[in-house]
Structures are given as C-alpha cells and as structure tokens.
C-alpha cells in the first residue's frame, strides 16, 4: 500500500512555476455547520415536488432531476422555484437542457441575476469513497405541507452499484430528489435520484457522469477575458495564479471548466496558453477536482503530462464503474510510451519506478495487454540501466518470452508462400545457389555478410517478417533480460524435428519501433513433404517466442525430387 501511494505521488506530482510555488488553489476541510451558512441558500425547493441547486450565481444556472420537471408538468404547476428563505420568493425558470439519460436537467432562472447574490455551490468530478466525509442537502415532504424546510443531514457511502450510482447512507424521503451531495469542501459531488432502503438511503450520482450535461453552459464573461488575454499574449502568471485560486469572488469550478472544453482550439491561442498549463492550470484544476477541464488542453500537454491526466481519470471512471475505464488506461500508457520514447534523459531508478507503478495501475483498470507489455518492457530497461537487477528480474518473470514476430511472406527458390495459406503454392526442386553472399535487410540498411561454404546445390530462402521493437528492444551491452539477440528460422517436417536453417543477428539500437525485416539465404534443406516454416526471436537468456504464432507452411511439389537433391549435397 505504502509503495502504491509513493507511485502515485511520482505519477501525479503538480506543476511548478520557476521559481515559485504553484500550489494552493483548492480549499480545505470545512464543517457541516459552514456548509450550511455558506451554501445553504443555493439549495431552492420545485414547488414542493423536488430539490434543484445553484451553480452559477451570475448566470442563474441550477441542477436538478430531469423526473422533478416531469412530476411538475403532470401536477400541471408552473416552472418556479422556491427560495427557501424568508419570504420564500418564486422564481420563474426554464429548461436549458434535459438529455433522456442520464435522469438530469439544466435549467436556467427567467430573471438570470434574481440569484446574483447567493453563493453558487461548487462542482466536483471525483469519486467519494466510503471513508468520505458528506453532507447531503434537500427539500423532502411529507404529506401535503406547505411548509419550505431545507434538511441536512451528515452522509457516507454504503455502496456503489454497477449502473454508476452512488448508495448514500441518510435519512431520505421524497423532495430529496435533485438535491446536492457536498464532500467536506463544500463541492457537490453528486445529485440525488431516488430514495431507497425505505428511507434510510439515497441513490445518487456522480456529477463525473454528467459533464456534457454541465457543459452546455455557455463561457462566463469573466473567463471570456480571461480567455482573450491569453491569446493575445497579455496574461500574467501570478495574475493567473491568483485568478485560478478559490474565493467568493473568483470563477468557479464550473466557469473554468467550461471555459477549458470551449476554448478556441486555434494555433495562436494554444501556443500562448501552453506556458501556463504547468502553473497554473493544471494544479489548480487538480486541487479544484475538475481534472476533466485539462482534456480540452490535451494538445499541448506534454506526453507524460498527457498520460497523467488519463490515468487519473481512468482510475475515477473504474471505481464510478464506467466503460471507458480499460480505453483510458490504455490511452494513458501509451502516453507514457512515447515520454519514455523520445526523452533525451537516461533512464533512471525513479523513471523505472514510475513506469513500473503505471504499467501495474492500469492493468488493474483492464487496460490492454500489449500497451502493459510495452510500458513494462521499458521500465525493465530501466531498471538495468539504473543497475537495479532485481526489479528488472522481477519484471523478465512477468513479461515472459519476447513477442513474436509477424511474418509477411517465405520465398522459396522463387515461389511465395503467405501465412494465410495452407498449401495454395509449391515449389519444385532446389536450385543452384547464384549468390556467393547473403544480403539481411532491416529497413532501409543493408547488411552483406559472407555465408561461407556454399553447397552444390541448395534452396534460395528468403524471409520477410515484421518486428514490434517497442515490445522487445534489441540487446545492448549490459543487457541480459528479455531483449532480442537474434531470430531463429526454424524447418519442421513430419520426417524430422525443428531444425535452425539459418539465424539472424541483429545490431544494438533498434528500440522503439517496429521494423520490416529481409533476409535471404541458401539452405541444402529436403523440404520434403508439408513443411512449416517458422521464425522466432531469442532473447539474451535462451527463451523464444512461441513458433506457433508466427509460421508458414510450405511444399515441395516432387517430394522426391528434393530428397534426392538433399542427400547429393
């Protein structure tokens, strides 16, 4: 436990401005009590049906459930909300948008600023956990009372069903619906469905779930400007800085966000908005919990930054119960890759342990297999070149055998065989060798080397494979764990086991890429019969690749006729 909270503290550390502390933009704990002072007046009754909830205090935006509008158009009551204090104003509303799922509605108030003056509750997009401190807030009614109550109640979550919900421990009743779930600073995490557990839960959910919902609100003025000033180059860092800070009287989580998923994706805009996303963008939407607000930036963040953000948004969508959890996962460590791929920095004990924690993190979130193998594989680098041999053992274990390779075609004596086909072609009897040298193929290098003693007569073999070296890197001096050293290509027949034609050697320095490989060669084989044709990768410490998966079957046309040439060389 305690290694997994240091990998994290490595893969999420925040943005440093030079110089300067770039932290400090999100709030601490608050008490049940200051909530209420704090937000209570934001929480507004529907008409004695439902609970909704401000959000936006300029623009007179609130939430609430897309079923408390439909109550009230069935109880045929206007479209009004009910302050719930003296004297219990009712404001006129409208519905900005209600999608048929999830069961949500934006609406606005007619009269926008009638609400200008009450502090809007914050949003968050992250996931309580059971040990969360919350604070649920609403208007339930019992009977036919006219009464206006607002009720509070501490809250835990008791459980997470698969749908995406939240199961909230509380008193709970009917009115409840729409009405706020604030963590311990005062953010509203989730919103009210149903209740359940006859009255003594909640279902809610996760306001993570409905960010397109929250960003169909148009960008503030305030970040508007905000917005011009970057793109003409006029903002300041420790402007912004004090700008992107929590206060009453700066934008809220809400006016950020959506003004970071509606910003000008123009060239000019990103290239001067670039040197403030590592102070003071991305920190601040991180301590602010509205780390989906970086996605709309996502084109000049830098690729490890990249993969930070996509990881911390696959863990949340897991433990929410979302789809997209293995995509992310899989988009983060690809990120990671390609950081590790193209940095000129030498590998180190603290970048293998990264990579390693990442690799291990998003696996558990069903990321796919081979971008884990890939991100693995380079921390196991890593590792060897930080000289730490027992993590880099650790990992060879769990990578197992190097990767196969693809086979694109075998030539025999001219006639090409494909992998998809059985027996579709054959070639006929082995030819006299034309070449007194063989020529090895790895992109557009060519390697000539003498193939010694030639025999009299021979098959002119030629392979054609592909090679994923993102996977498996060519052995450098040093390395002795699953790197490849050479490729085997291997002849079985029903006459006689696997036997090594011929091996090729590779040369350091192919890594991070995947290379078209040729080579050729003559071979006094027999070919008699059907006979599978396979190329493997051996790695420094003797394991292969399975044969199996990268084989292709070949015949010889006059079975007799390349014995009787076998046995004369």
């Excluded at 502090?119 to 401190?133: G, M, S, T």
Aim: charged share 20%.
């Amino acid at each position: 436990m305690i290694l997994r909270f240091l990998i994290l503290m490595m893969v999420f550390r925040v943005g440093t401005a030079a110089g300067q502390d770039c932290t400090g933009f999100g709030s601490g704990k608050i008490g049940h009590q200051e909530i209420l002072d704090r937000f209570g007046p934001a929480v507004v009754q529907v008409q004695n049906i439902g609970t909704a909830y401000l959000i936006d205090s300029n623009s007179g935006y609130l939430l609430t459930d897309g079923h408390v509008l439909d109550q009230l158009v069935e109880a045929d009551k206007p479209f009004e909300v009910v302050l719930g204090y003296a004297p219990y104003t009712h404001l006129e509303f409208k519905i900005v948008n209600r999608p048929k799922t999830p069961d949500i509605a934006l609406i606005q108030l007619i009269q926008t600023d009638a609400m200008k003056d009450v502090r809007a509750l914050d949003i968050a997009f992250e996931a309580p956990d059971a040990d969360d401190d919350l604070f649920a807030m609403g208007y339930p009614h019992f009977g036919q009372q006219a009464e206006v109550t607002l009720s509070y109640t501490a809250a835990k979550v008791s459980g997470k069903p698969k749908n995406g919900f939240i199961q909230v421990t509380h008193p709970e009743a009917l009115g409840d619906s729409g009405g706020p779930l604030v963590d311990a600073r005062g953010d509203v995490v989730a919103i009210c469905q149903e209740e359940i557990g006859a009255g003594q839960a909640g279902r809610y959910l996760p306001l993570a779930s409905v960010t397109n919902v929250i960003g169909s609100i148009p960008v503030s003025s305030r970040m508007t400007q905000i917005g011009q000033s970057v793109r003409e180059g006029k903002s300041d860092i420790k402007e912004l800085m004090q700008t992107f800070k929590r206060a009453a009287q700066n934008p809220t989580n809400v006016e950020i966000y959506v003004w970071a998923t509606h910003h000008p994706n123009s060239p000019e805009f990103l290239k001067n908005v670039a040197q403030f996303i590592g102070c003071p963008i991305m920190p601040a939407v991180k301590e602010r919990n509205i780390v989906d607000a970086l996605v709309g930036f996502m084109p000049v963040l830098q690729s490890e930054e990249q993969g930070r953000t996509q990881l911390e948004l696959a863990q949340r969508e897991f433990k929410l119960g979302g789809q997209d959890a293995p995509q992310l996962a899989t988009a983060s460590l690809k990120a990671f890759a390609k950081a590790a791929s193209t940095t000129s920095e030498e590998p180190s004990a603290q970048t293998a342990n990264t990579l390693a924690g990442v690799a291990e993190i998003a696996e558990s979130l069903g990321a796919e297999q081979d971008s884990v193998q890939v991100v693995t594989q380079k921390a196991l680098v890593a590792y060897e070149a930080a000289h730490d041999y027992s993590n880099a053992d650790k990992l060879a274990d769990k990578l197992g055998p190097p990767n196969a390779p693809s086979v694109v075609s075998v030539t025999i004596d001219g006639h090409t065989f494909l992998p998809e086909q059985n027996k579709t072609a054959s070639f006929d009897s082995p030819q006299t060798p034309n070449s007194e040298r063989d020529e090895l193929q790895l992109g557009n290098k060519t390697q000539v080397r003498p193939v010694g003693s030639k025999p009299k007569h021979a098959h002119e073999v030629k392979v054609v494979f592909d090679y994923d070296f993102t996977r498996t890197r060519v052995c450098e001096e040093g390395m002795k764990r699953r790197c490849v050293d050479h490729f085997n290509v291997l002849e079985t027949n029903s006459y006689s086991r696997s036997d090594v034609l011929f091996c090729i050697r590779m040369q350091p320095g192919f890594k991070n890429s995947i290379q078209h490989i040729t080579d050729s060669i003559n071979v006094p084989s027999k070919f008699s019969g059907k006979t599978e044709i396979a190329i493997v990768a051996v790695a420094a410490d003797g394991t292969e690749s399975n044969p199996k998966s990268s084989s292709v079957f070949v015949k010889c046309l006059h079975s007799w006729k390349c014995w009787v040439f076998f046995l004369a060389a």
